[in-house]
């Protein structure tokens, strides 16, 4: 997964229209399928264009080419909705953030997207314990138990034993990575707790990453030719597109429904890169997903579990 998705708190239907209709429900998944397709097809691009292009210009095109499939939404909500509320926390969110976007940006041409994607999935893992220390969420032991068992699945894609493990500077780069969209996962639920909205958010996050990474990648320019050019902007408006079809599809389902769906985007990755990358799924990273994608669902599931039992106590 290329980043985090705006996804609303779980007890948060109500507040984005109320009860989900089955038609609601059905266009929501698709939803869901279209923008893993989406992000799945930004990485393959970032795969393709990167070396020689240096990674805080991919950065940039990605936040800066990004704010375009916004303007519609700006221009029809008006520009007091995307006025930052709580800057501090877009501060936190923008620079966490920015730290998963760059090393996820940097791995990519260096390991398998397949097994990239593979590795975005652990996030939830690093997830529950931030969202103890910073959240104050209660976590029961089931919670713990499946995140120690999402961990032997991160074990099982990195093969570390296997003679096809992958390569340990990129993997430690991903995996830091993952902790980084955790952190601003963290960010985005409490500015959605405070009531920012996700245009907002998004937002602020592309604006604050275009202007970091251009002053960044001044040093390490490189003029794209046409084609670069190209693969550049595809990246950046697939990543667009994709956030605004993923948040609608948790405006017409329920998280519930639609959040385990997310996981489609292994297909897409595997399809990718094996058709368009040459780059064949190993058998232990198919077998460490299933473990890792079991353990995530769990995690929503219980997670899901304890706000219903907490509105239940304080309706």
Same mark, same amino acid.
């Given at each position: 997964?290329? @980043?985090? /998705?705006?996804?609303?708190?779980?007890? =948060?239907?109500?507040?984005l229209g109320?009860?989900?209709?089955?038609?609601?429900?059905?266009?929501?998944?698709?939803?869901?399928?279209?923008?893993?397709?989406? $992000?799945?097809?930004?990485?393959?691009? *970032?795969?393709?264009?990167?070396?020689?292009?240096?990674?805080?210009q991919?950065?940039? $095109?990605?936040? +800066?080419? %990004?704010?375009?499939p916004l303007?519609?939404?700006?221009?029809?909500? %008006?520009?007091?909705?995307?006025?930052?509320?709580?800057?501090?926390?877009?501060?936190?969110?923008?620079?966490? !953030?920015? &730290?998963?976007?760059?090393?996820?940006?940097?791995?990519?041409?260096?390991?398998?997207?397949?097994?990239?994607?593979?590795?975005?999935?652990?996030?939830?893992?690093?997830?529950?314990?931030?969202?103890?220390?910073?959240?104050?969420?209660?976590?029961?032991?089931?919670?713990?138990?499946?995140?120690?068992?999402?961990?032997?699945?991160?074990?099982m894609?990195?093969?570390?034993?296997?003679?096809?493990?992958?390569?340990?500077?990129?993997?430690? &780069?991903?995996?830091?990575?993952?902790?980084?969209? +955790? %952190?601003?996962?963290? #960010? /985005?639920?409490?500015? !959605?707790?405070?009531? @920012?909205?996700?245009?907002? /958010?998004? $937002?602020? $996050?592309? #604006?604050?990453?275009?202007a *970091?990474?251009?002053?960044?990648?001044?040093?390490?320019?490189?003029?794209?030719d046409?084609?670069?050019?190209v693969?550049?902007?595809?990246?950046?408006?697939?990543?667009?597109? =994709?956030?605004?079809?993923?948040?609608? +599809?948790?405006?017409?389902?329920?998280?519930?429904? &639609?959040?385990?769906?997310e996981?489609?985007?292994?297909?897409?990755?595997?399809?990718?890169?094996?058709?368009?990358?040459?780059?064949?799924?190993?058998?232990?990273?198919?077998? !460490?997903?299933?473990?890792l994608?079991?353990?995530?669902?769990?995690?929503?599931?219980?997670?899901?579990?304890?706000?219903?039992?907490?509105?239940?106590?304080?309706?």
């Open positions: 997964m290329a @980043e985090p /998705i705006l996804r609303p708190l779980p007890d =948060a239907a109500t507040r109320g009860r989900h209709t089955r038609r609601g429900q059905l266009r929501a998944i698709g939803c869901v399928a279209l923008a893993t397709f989406c $992000f799945a097809v930004a990485s393959m691009l *970032v795969k393709l264009v990167s070396p020689p292009i240096p990674t805080m991919v950065v940039f $095109f990605r936040s +800066a080419i %990004g704010l375009l303007l519609p939404a700006i221009l029809r909500a %008006g520009p007091g909705l995307v006025q930052p509320r709580h800057a501090g926390w877009h501060l936190v969110r923008s620079a966490f !953030g920015f &730290v998963g976007m760059s090393t996820t940006f940097y791995a990519l041409p260096r390991m398998a997207l397949a097994d990239l994607t593979a590795l975005g999935f652990a996030m939830p893992l690093f997830l529950t314990p931030l969202s103890v220390a910073f959240l104050g969420e209660q976590v029961g032991i089931r919670r713990v138990a499946a995140v120690l068992v999402g961990f032997i699945g991160v074990l894609i990195v093969r570390p034993f296997g003679g096809d493990e992958l390569p340990l500077v990129p993997t430690l &780069v991903v995996m830091a990575g993952t902790l980084a969209w +955790a %952190g601003s996962m963290i #960010a /985005i639920r409490r500015l !959605g707790a405070l009531g @920012e909205s996700n245009l907002a /958010i998004v $937002f602020w $996050f592309a #604006a604050s990453a275009s *970091v990474s251009a002053v960044l990648m001044l040093p390490v320019w490189v003029t794209p046409p084609r670069e050019l693969l550049l902007v595809g990246i950046g408006l697939s990543s667009g597109v =994709a956030q605004i079809v993923m948040t609608e +599809a948790y405006r017409q389902g329920e998280t519930t429904v &639609v959040a385990p769906f996981y489609v985007a292994i297909l897409w990755a595997i399809g990718l890169g094996w058709v368009v990358l040459g780059e064949p799924p190993a058998v232990g990273m198919l077998a !460490g997903v299933a473990v994608v079991a353990s995530g669902i769990y995690i929503l599931h219980r997670e899901v579990a304890r706000r219903r039992e907490r509105e239940a106590q304080n309706p």
